[in-house]
Structures are given as C-alpha cells and as structure tokens.
Nanobody
Framework: VQLVESGGGSVQAGGSLTLSCSAS????????MGWFRQGPGKEREGVAT???????TYAESMKGRFTIFQDDAKNTLYLQMNSLRPEDTAMYYC???????????????????????WGQGTQVTVSS
C-alpha cells in the first residue's frame, strides 16, 4: 500500500487549497479513506473520512469548510479546504484501511488507531 499526498502550500487566511492523495497497491474502491492533520505542538487529529459507498464524516471544526471526495477511477482522494484559518496550519496526512468503523449514530469513527496505512504528509501553512 502506498499513499502519496500533494497539494499543500502556503496560503493566506480565508484562502483555499485542495489536497490530493494518490493511492496504489490495493483495491482503492473498497477501502475506507481519511484525512488527518498534526499541527505544531499538537497531537494528530482526524479531519474527515469517506467510506467506499461515499458516506462521509467530518470533525466538528471542519464541517462546512472542508470537503472530502474521491475519484475511484484515478485511485485518488481529495480534501477541498475553504475559508482557511491560521489554526489549520498542520501537516496533513492521508490514511487508509480495509473498512470504516461506525459509531452508534451512524458516523464513521475518525480515529488514528483505526487506520493502518499512512502517507508521508503534505504541509499546509495558513498566515494571518
């Protein structure tokens, strides 16, 4: 399994970026995919996940600003980020696993420990 992120960069607050994650070495269309991030001095946190049927779940602070989507034909996962804030500055990681796990409310659990495959990350820096 190989996951390669791209699309990071520097942007001013209020701006937008779209991250990409190119996947190979597994049957992409059947996997659970997610985005995580780790800001300076912070623990890695979940951003968004998408199941093979298109079901998505977002961390609360990203709802309405970030959109996770994928192109199965290209084996690529995306994260569209709008209205970026300085606190969104982080290394963003793509993650994959064979299945998504759901909580009792029907939301995908966005937990680092539930994903077994990780990319190297792409840096996003948002300046004020």
């Amino acid at each position: 399994v190989q996951l390669v992120e791209s699309g990071g960069g520097s942007v001013q607050a209020g701006g937008s970026l779209t991250l990409s994650c190119s996947a190979s070495g597994f049957t992409y269309s059947s996997y659970c995919m997610g985005w995580f991030r780790q800001g300076p001095g912070k623990e890695r946190e979940g951003v968004a996940t998408i199941d093979s049927d298109g079901t998505t779940t977002y961390a609360e602070s990203m709802k309405g600003r970030f959109t996770i989507f994928q192109d199965d034909a290209k084996n690529t996962l995306y994260l569209q980020m709008n209205s970026l804030r300085p606190e969104d500055t982080a290394m963003y990681y793509c993650a994959a696993d064979r299945a998504c796990y759901y909580d009792g409310s029907g939301h995908i659990r966005i937990l680092e420990g539930l994903f077994g495959y990780w990319g190297q990350g792409t840096q996003v820096t948002v300046s004020s």
